[in-house]
């Protein structure tokens, strides 16, 4: 990578202000409540207001002119209750004040008042690495009865997952991928271990081998592990590092955002480092598939059986099917280890975004009471997620008859539901396990996303974790 370039740089604009003497006022205001607090301010003042537009609108800036410049500002609040259809609106404030400190003032409910702050954190990225750009300069304090380490940390998960997906297959194959693993345990105390090339065959990763051996970079097995006590938390992320769809070769406008392909390693490594940055008291494994699905005489077919770590045989029916390849393989490792709660999070199938959406991933899981507390941390983060169903009734469509599963079941029907089966088929010693269908990629700039890579998943993960491994 660039020597210019580090996943790990200081970014100002994504922490709070270092000093909150001598911050100015960011007042919110609801728009039936507007009228009121202009009544409040001096007559000038109040003019200003009107003049600019300013009707209070989610996320819309007043500025207040003073003596010796701007001494303040009101932040629009807009409609409170239309809070999912306005994510992050306040956050647009870090881009609209001039620089300098800025302290919310109001009455916020917690939830919403940890969104305006998590928000204006997440707005403060920028993906630079190869043409610079400039953050906003603006800076708020952390609002009272916030967590500051605990936003920081998310907001710093989430830009080290941006930093990875935005980075083109050029600079991010597997063995870059490994490079940002390795950076990551260098951070915090981790241990990695990698098998890769011909060794996953003699350590018996078949499936990894067999989807990655095509290319010129190694495939591999990144193992990170971090903590010696209390609870032990595996994630599993997918990362393919470019999918071309090999022998099924995707058209070229499907491919075109294949560099996302590993947004799950991306994911989880964020959601690693949000773990190890608050020093929660768990044991945390980490395993990555990395591959590049590529073409050469080497590929594996369509037809070809494959037998996985697990024992159990796969009919290969699309070789652009191959996510749940590699993730079997290091699903069946991570199960034999019987963590206390098992995670799997991949940019798996286009069937997921049909059914919902870029926006909003599809989460599966057994187990009701980790369904509850996803579900709730999702709201609470701002971080939406949405529990679909292992429909068991669908196991059939996974059975080719002349092996024990199929990568790609013919029909075109509930492909999200049935690629969730086949990875649950790898795990069935380890009590709780969910997986994540997530997209990782933001398809139009949006308050605290801008377009590109994006975290789905961690933050809510991050924020349940304390529960479900009590």
């Not at 980790?370 to 429909?391: E, G, I, N, V, Y």
Request: hydrophobic share 45%.
């Amino acid at each position: 990578m660039p020597a210019a370039f580090s996943f790990f740089a200081e970014r100002p604009a994504m922490r709070f202000a270092q000093n909150a003497e001598g911050a100015r006022p960011l007042i919110m205001v609801a728009p039936d409540g507007l009228e009121a607090h202009l009544a409040t301010l001096p007559p000038a003042q109040s003019a200003f207001v009107r003049a600019q537009g300013f009707g209070a609108a989610a996320g819309t800036v007043a500025l207040l002119p003073g003596a010796l410049g701007v001494e303040g500002a009101l932040l629009g609040l807009g409609d409170l209750q239309a809070r999912e259809k306005t994510r992050f609106a306040l956050s647009s404030a870090a881009t609209a004040l001039p620089e300098g400190a800025w302290k919310l003032q109001g009455d916020l409910a917690q939830d919403a008042l940890h969104e305006a702050a998590l928000g204006w954190l997440l707005a403060g990225y920028h993906f630079a690495r190869y043409a610079p750009d400039a953050p906003p300069k603006a800076r708020l304090v952390c609002p009272d009865g916030m967590d500051r380490a605990h936003l920081e940390a998310m907001a710093e998960g989430e830009a080290f997952t941006r930093d990875l997906i935005n980075t083109p297959a050029s600079d991010m194959g597997p063995d870059e991928l490994e490079g940002a693993a390795r950076l990551l345990a260098e951070r915090h105390a981790a241990r990695v271990t990698t098998i890769s090339g011909e060794d996953l065959l003699t350590q018996n990763f078949p499936m990894i081998h067999a989807v990655g051996r095509a290319s010129p970079r190694a495939p591999r097995l990144i193992d990170l592990r971090w903590g010696d006590s209390g609870p032990a938390l595996t994630l599993v992320g997918k990362g393919v590092c470019f999918d071309t769809g090999g022998l099924n070769l995707k058209p070229g406008a499907s491919m075109g955002l294949m560099k996302k392909d590993m947004g799950g390693a991306a994911t989880v490594l964020g959601l690693a480092h949000m773990i190890m940055q608050t020093g929660a008291k768990l044991r945390l494994r980490v395993l990555i598939p990395a591959v590049e699905n590529s073409v050469s005489g080497d590929s594996f077919r369509p037809g070809d059986i494959l037998t996985s770590r697990k024992g159990l045989s796969v009919e290969v029916n699309n070789t652009d099917a191959e996510g749940r390849l590699v993730l079997a393989d290091a699903l069946a490792l991570a199960d034999e280890d019987r963590p206390d709660l098992l995670l799997c999070m991949a940019t798996l199938t286009g069937a997921a975004r049909v059914a919902l959406g870029p926006d909003l991933p599809p989460f599966y899981t057994d187990d009701e009471a980790l369904a509850t507390a996803l579900s709730q941390a999702a709201h609470d983060s701002a971080d939406p997620l949405w529990r679909m169903p292992f429909w068991t009734a669908y196991e059939s469509k996974i059975e080719p008859g002349i092996a024990d599963l199929d990568n790609a079941p013919s029909g075109g029907m509930a492909g999200s539901i049935t690629a969730a089966l086949f990875l649950r088929r790898f795990v069935t010693q380890t009590p709780r396990f969910a997986h994540f269908d997530i997209y990782g990629w933001q398809p139009a700039s949006a308050p605290a996303r801008p377009k590109g890579g994006v975290g789905q998943g961690a933050r809510a993960i991050f924020t349940a974790l304390p529960e479900v491994l009590s």
